[in-house]
């Protein structure tokens, strides 16, 4: 345990699932083995229809179980942030796993801080079972992160501790995002609120098997989408508007030379036109 507690110190650990038997045990199983013990674990099964409700069915009470039919990984979220009891949440990916003191570092961190929101650790990456080094461009910065964040995700939902007040400010997953919807969500947080790191890798992030979803889809098409709802929306300083319409004209002409080898070509001829159009923040992708 970490020194005076908070006046409320749960942190509801939320866990999507679908179809992941086979690495499920270890994500709760690191959420369980944690030495924060003011928490609840609770693990959306996402319509799974493998084992994993065998699996589940096995931890008893230590854990809530939520079932739905199979909505995607945000609905999945959504649904533990809404049904959790604790004022902050840490996600935590069923492909993931933590050290045993990831939640009391960070509520150690929250308690030296009381006006922080939000804060993240590092990471150990294992690519199909080898440790790797993630290269220079994944470094993860701290502080008011938007506009580096704006090239690529530089937040891990599995590395990520909040206050459950910040979903009700800046809103929660969106759920027409099948990938992306990360960084969706941390691009909505991070033009105002600080995004602090912890420097210690305390989050396993596993990657490299087959069914990643960012291996099916195209994550630029998304991000495009995401940086046009944010432009659109008006929070944006001038000097982040302006970074975010640099970022989502380069993103448009990447997705439509891509769509254009592929045999897009009016697919691409519309991602061209948003990447030379002054005004494309008017526009609907």
């Given amino acids: 345990m ?3 507690i908070l006046q409320d110190d749960t942190v509801s650990v939320i866990i999507p699932t679908y179809n992941r038997a086979w690495t499920l045990k270890r994500a709760v199983d690191s959420a369980l083995a944690q030495d924060y013990r003011s928490r609840e674990v609770i693990v ?3 319509g799974s229809t493998d084992q994993t409700r065998d699996l589940l069915a096995g ?3 230590k854990i809530r179980v939520l079932v739905q ?3 995607g990984v945000s609905a999945a979220r959504n649904r533990g942030i809404q049904e959790s009891q604790g004022s902050f949440i840490a ?13 009391s570092c960070q509520m150690a961190f929250f308690q030296s801080n009381p006006g922080a929101m939000i804060c993240q650790t590092e990471e150990i990456w294992i690519r199909k079972g ?5 290269r220079k461009k994944h470094k993860k910065p701290s502080g008011m992160i938007f506009e580096p964040s704006l090239n690529l995700c530089l937040v891990s939902p599995s590395a990520v501790m ?12 969106n759920e027409t995002f099948p990938v992306c919807e ?3 969500l941390w691009l909505r947080i991070s033009h105002d609120t600080p995004v602090y790191l912890i420097d210690t890798p305390l989050t396993v992030k596993t990657g490299g098997h087959g069914d990643q979803l960012s291996a099916s889809h195209s994550q630029d098409k998304y991000r495009i989408q995401s940086i046009l709802n944010l432009i659109k929306s008006n929070v944006l300083s001038s000097d982040q508007e302006q970074a975010a319409l640099t970022v989502f004209k380069e993103k448009c002409r990447i997705f439509a030379n891509g769509c254009m080898k592929r045999g897009r070509e009016k697919e691409g001829a519309h991602y061209l036109m948003l990447a030379g159009d002054k005004d494309s923040c008017e526009l609907r992708v």
């Fill in 59 to 61: 931890y008893g009470d």
């Fill in 69 to 71: 039919e199979n909505k």
């Fill in 44 to 46: 959306v099964d996402d």
């Fill in 2 to 4: 970490i020194g005076p």
């Fill in 182 to 184: 990360d960084y969706d």
């Fill in 130 to 134: 080898k440790r790797v080094n993630p």
């Fill in 162 to 173: 909040m206050r459950k007040q910040l979903f009700e400010q800046k809103g929660t997953f």
């Fill in 91 to 103: 996600l935590l990916d069923s492909d993931d796993a933590w050290e045993k003191n990831k939640l």
